[in-house]
């Protein structure tokens, strides 16, 4: 496991759990570091500033990865002025792309997002888009100059889990790039699924954000991120379509 690393953009990072934006507080981004091990935390470039006396940026630990999102943005131009402010600002050319119209469901504009993720791969941006599980969007992000793909696992901040499963799995299977699975993940155990499915990462918010005990949910996501990891390293046994099978020999047995 030593030298199983995630990789992006020919960057290393030893951590496979990812920290999301929105439900942000000191307490948070320490657990999340220091519990959970993450490093890299998204930052939403257009809610730095929550207040006049608070900067988000002034949280985040040195060495600690900077993603700024798009969030917010409605299109791929608003998503592209949002990625390059971010870089002005200093965070750098990882940039995770979120377009959504939607203000029901927050589903992201698969389409729009195309057209942002080629722009800024052009520029420069390490560009980590976040998308709706399609196979045929999947591979044209990756044409047009995608480092990762980012599916949901369900709708933002529902903490509901693998609702994509399948989808999530078809693009595991058929994209050659790093899958992280984004959005939803909502218990440990989930996250261990993903992970052992063959996600290269989770990120995850909201769960954490609200759980009873911050410390230990940031713990657990972190144990059932890297249990799942190995386990889909070491090969998963094989699943039966009917019947059973002993695990001990029932014959043989000595007098």
Do not use: W
């Not at 030893?14 to 307490?27: A, E, H, N, T």
């Not at 218990?187 to 290269?200: R, T, V, W």
């Not at 972190?222 to 998963?236: Q, V």
């Amino acid at each position: 496991m030593e030298n199983d690393k995630l990789v992006i953009g020919g960057k290393e990072f030893d951590s496979r759990f990812i920290l999301g934006s929105g439900k942000y507080s000191m307490k948070l981004i320490e657990a999340a570091v220091k519990d959970a091990g993450a490093q890299i935390i998204t930052l939403a470039v257009r809610r730095t500033n929550t207040k006049e006396e608070e900067n988000i940026l002034d949280y985040i630990p040195d060495g600690v990865t900077l993603l700024p999102n798009t969030s917010g943005a409605r299109d791929a131009k608003e998503a592209v002025r949002i990625a390059r402010l971010a870089r002005e600002l200093g965070c750098g050319d990882f940039v995770k792309i979120e377009i959504m119209r939607d203000s029901k469901y927050l589903l992201p504009d698969n389409y729009e997002t195309i057209k942002a993720t080629e722009i800024l791969a052009k520029e420069g941006f390490v560009v980590m888009p976040y998308m709706f599980p399609d196979l045929n969007v999947a591979r044209e992000l990756q044409n047009v100059g995608a480092a990762t793909i980012m599916p949901l696992a369900s709708p933002i901040g529902s903490n509901k889990g693998l609702a994509t499963k399948e989808f999530i799995q078809i693009l595991i299977d058929e994209i050659d790039l790093p899958i992280i699975v984004d959005a939803g993940i909502g218990k440990p155990s989930q996250a261990c699924e993903a992970m052992e499915m063959g996600a290269a990462a989770i990120m995850a918010n909201t769960a954490l954000a609200t759980a009873g005990d911050l410390t230990m949910m940031a713990s657990a996501f972190k144990d059932a991120i890297e249990a799942g990891r190995k386990a889909y390293l070491a090969g998963l046994g094989r699943v039966l379509t009917r019947g059973a099978a002993a695990s001990d020999p029932l014959t043989g047995f000595l007098h």
